[in-house]
């Protein structure tokens, strides 16, 4: 079965897809209506009813009349209002499930009890494929258009973007959604490397498509997490404990691609002493059940064994804490690697199996990354060697404006993009974040929050944001070739194969790298370290 690893059959030389490279302004919606949160509910559906709207924005009570047609009139009625921050929302599905289906009066509910805000937004040059992982994230059917100065266009609906193509990210969150087997949820995880196959091709940019690919793989292992509670009950009986599982890695930091692999860890609450046994026997029966479905699925095993059939990935939360507190004390190697995959953690969406939840509890994830980043913050030493991670490798940078280039076989050169690249950007802007408290994963979230906090210079971070997207399109560019070749992609980048200005791009790149390890060096003071 193709998956990420292996060049899907049907489709081995993904073609330019046109509908990938559309913007918000390339979908045609009518313009917005507009009702008062002191309205009554049965008058904002008549006015959605009237313009064959299927929602309407919400003005603040008393506040001036709804605008005639045109965006300028749009733009003064919420320029009056203070911003689009004040609007709100109401549809047709609020009318009928929390109005109707409720037994409630329409006529005597007014809207503001019944609307939602603040709103999602999207702007006319956001790319579509922004819009659709804004949507899928947030579980909508819609977002509000606004124009440079914050007014509200129009209402772009789901139905408005899949009429600009029959196959979208929205459609395949749904398919995922809706798949209650294994061979649906193998059926979506072939079309998603084929969409990202297509992303590629078509030029979308590394931040979008690796956030759109993991929000993708985080609904299909969330819905085979659900699938392997439903088979460890059938045999085990219900969850003993409350449970999380959560994604390490590139996947924590949404910024997968097309080369992927299972880095997956799980806590439960904490059992007495006396039950300790059975329920770490229950939650490994879950690891191993959950561990072969994605592997069938054609998520490939991780080299490393960071899958939930590993023991060493599956522990208590005082466990995973006590795990903490002595890498902090004593940092080996592995307990390096360990706290800087631990630094990544993001709890998966929990599932739920047939309108139970199963004992799985997202927020136990959340509660235990803050405990693992306060004890890994706390250790000074810990902070230092994990600073050395990320100014191990030196940018392949040689002699005379060239590179420093690794020969095949066949005597080609090529520069592995992400250990000498990428690696030292992700590692080095997670130990910073880590040693000031910040809490954001991705890593150009982290660099503008480092910029943000005045802990790197504006420019530094700005540039580094700039590279850290370039090498990853480089890569995930070089992997879609490989896999187009039905070969297994990797990291390894042919500066020949390059135009003479992104070989430019390049050296520039790998020199901000060399910059922010110089940085690190400082700030940790490594040189201490010996």
Known sequence: MPGPTQAPQAESHPLPDPFLRLTAADVPCARPVFVHEDDSVAQAARAMAAAGATAALVLPAHSPA???????????????????????????????????????????????????????????????????????????????????????????????????????PLALASEINAAQDEPALARAFERLA????????????????????????????????????????????????????????????????????????????????????????????????????LLALGFPPCPKRIMLDNPHWRRSRDAWLDLADAIAERPDADGVVTASLLADLRPLHAPSVQGEDFGADANLGLALRLSLDARFRAGALLLKCMAREAVRFAPPLGLFRGFNLKKDAQGRGSVDVKRGGVFPITQGAKVLALRHGLEQTGTLERLRALAGADILPRTLAEGLCEACAFLQTLRMRAQASALSQGETPGNALRPDDLTKAEAERLRAAFKLVAELQDLLSGAFALHLLG
């Open 194 to 293: 084929r969409l990202a196959a297509r992303s590629v091709a078509e030029g979308i940019g590394s931040e979008a498509v690796g956030r759109l690919i993991s929000l993708m793989h985080d609904r299909i292992m969330s819905q085979a997490w659900g699938l392997a509670l439903e088979q460890t009950r059938a045999s085990l009986g219900p969850p003993p404990a409350r449970h999380a599982v959560f994604v390490l890695g590139s996947q924590a930091r949404r910024e997968q691609y097309l080369a992927t692999d299972q880095d997956l860890a799980l806590v439960y609450e904490t059992p007495a002493p006396a039950q300790a046994a059975e329920v770490e026997a229950w939650f490994a029966a879950l690891g191993e059940r959950l561990t072969r479905l």
């Open 66 to 168: 709804s605008p005639p047609a045109g965006a300028d009139h749009a733009a003064g009625l919420v320029g009056a209002q203070g911003s689009a921050a004040s609007l709100g929302i109401i549809t047709e599905r609020d009318v009928l499930v929390r109005v109707v289906a409720a037994g409630l009066d329409a006529a005597a509910l007014p809207v503001a009890q019944v609307m939602s805000r603040p709103l999602l937004t999207a702007r006319p040059g956001e790319l579509l494929i922004e819009a659709f992982s804004r949507m899928v994230r947030h579980g909508v059917r819609r977002l509000v258009l606004l124009d440079d100065a914050g007014a509200p266009l129009g209402l772009l609906g789901e139905g408005d973007m899949l009429a600009a193509r029959g196959e979208s």
